[in-house]
Structure formats: C-alpha cells, structure tokens
C-alpha cells in the first residue's frame, strides 16, 4: 500500500542558511520526533532508527536515508529511504525537499 503525504511550508530564514541545515544529518534527525542518527556511512548514506506511531498502532523502524540526487545550485535534494521493522516488516519512502 503507496501512502503520498504532501506539505508546503515557509521558513523565515536565508535560503543558504536553510540549505545549511538540511545538509546536516545530525540536524535534520533532532527535529524529528522518534528518530535517532546512529551512523553517517558516507556523505550521502546515514543509518538510524524511527518510530512511528499512526492512531493507536506504533512501529520501530531500523534503516538507510540515502541522498540520491543533491542539486546545490536549486537547492533541492532527493532521498530514498528503507527500513526493517523489529517485528519484520519493511517500509520504503522518497522525499523531494
């Protein structure tokens, strides 16, 4: 089952700054709720933990972010990421930012 979430938001910061930001895995990890960085492979490929909780069911995923396009000139990246639930399961997802 393909799930597609779509959000549109504003920062008030420089696009550089912002940029900055979103390049750092570190960063990026620590505002979201359930997640943890525990290694950086390369400078495009992290491994972590999620959990996520949708109603009243929580997984807990172990997984690979990997940044599959990087285009600095129009500050856009692509990833892909995959992960194993400790129960068996598997989740696969693509962001654009």
């Known amino acids: 089952m393909a ?3 779509k959000e549109t938001f504003e920062v008030a910061a420089p696009v550089d700054t912002v940029w900055t ?7 990026v990890a620590a505002c ?7 290694e950086v492979v390369d400078e495009r490929t992290f491994l972590g933990t999620i959990k996520v ?10 997984g690979r972010v990997q940044l599959t396009k990087v285009d600095e000139k129009a ?8 992960g194993r639930e400790t129960g068996g399961g ?3 997802g693509r962001m654009t930012s």
């Open 3 to 5: 799930i597609e979430i």
């Open 90 to 92: 598997t989740a696969k």
């Open 53 to 62: 909780k949708v109603g009243a069911v929580m997984a807990s995923y172990k």
């Open 21 to 27: 930001f979103v390049m750092d895995p570190q960063k």
């Open 32 to 38: 979201m709720p359930g997640a943890a960085l525990d």
């Open 75 to 82: 500050y856009t990246v692509e990833m892909l990421a995959e």
